[in-house]
């Protein structure tokens, strides 16, 4: 854990492949159709997906979206050109087993039970503010989905996914990992044809939450990504789930972890830095002080 914000976090965004979902998961399938390649396939696979997003992102310069295509498309064009590289004969069936692999990526174990976690934070004060209803009041309450920061003024922060992912792909993997209703907004670049590390791609995530970019706190498990988050003005954590060494490009997210445990703590720390820093500014406000 490093640097933390002096604002309480209004939404935390997560990324989602490589952050939430597992790439590698592909591992298993790849090795069953070509022995003693599967984790070369899966790492040449990933590191040209990334390629081919940011080279069509920048060849789009322009602002034109010429050269964009959809994340599925990359995802396959990338596939194709790995088996290529490995000199590994890409079948059509090979070809739809790891594509139909890569729709359903598994989750990692931590994922799930820390978005419950953060999506039930809400409960008590969602308990307390229903107490004094009327029954019937109080049913539609607990039945309505629980509020968020930055939506509509509740009590816990707004919870999102951003990523290159179409709308599509997302929606698949959102509902075969399980995390279907953990969300307040899935957002896919798509609506705005520019990958990440694109500023637009990014500033999908306050308008979503109509907040400023340091009242979110974006979470990426890709070093790439947490410094373009960070350039943008996101509060960043770094899920360093590869325990990679810091991209060398002059910037540092504002907390590093290993697993979501390290995130829970990064958020009760920069949650409980904000209400202190607010408590000392009404304080040098207040009349007579």
Known sequence: ?????????????????GTLFDVHSVIAAAEQLFPGHGDALSQLWRQKQIEY???????????????????????LDALRFSAKKLQL?????????????????????????????????????????????????????????????????????GLAILSNGNPQMLDVAVKSAGMSGLFDHVLSV?????????????????QAFDVLPREIVFVSSNG?????????????????????????????PHGTGAGMSDLLAFLKTVTSAGRAHTTASRIRHSPGA
Not at 53 to 75: E, K, M, N, S, V
Not at 230 to 236: A, D, N, P, S
């Open 53 to 75: 997003t940011q080279l069509r992102t920048l060849a789009d310069a322009g602002g034109d979206a010429a050269h964009y295509r959809p994340f599925w498309d990359i995802t």
């Open 89 to 157: 004969t890409l079948g059509r069936s090979a070809e739809k087993r790891l594509m139909d692999e890569y729709a359903c990526l598994s989750a990692f174990p931590d994922a799930v039970p820390t978005l419950r976690l953060l999506r039930d934070s809400a409960s008590v004060s969602t308990s307390a503010t229903t107490s004094g209803l009327s029954p019937a009041s109080a049913s539609r309450a607990s039945r309505a989905p629980s509020s968020a920061v930055g939506t509509s003024g509740g009590s816990r922060p």
């Open 224 to 252: 790439w990504d947490i410094a373009g988050a960070t350039w943008f003005g996101f509060t960043t954590f770094w899920l360093n789930r590869q325990n990679a060494p810091l991209e060398e490009l002059g910037v540092t």
């Open 190 to 206: 798509d609506a705005v044809h520019a990958y990440k590390p694109a500023p637009a791609a990014y500033a999908l995530g306050t």
């Open 1 to 17: 854990m490093s640097a933390t914000t002096t604002l309480s976090p209004k939404a935390v965004i997560f990324d989602a492949y």
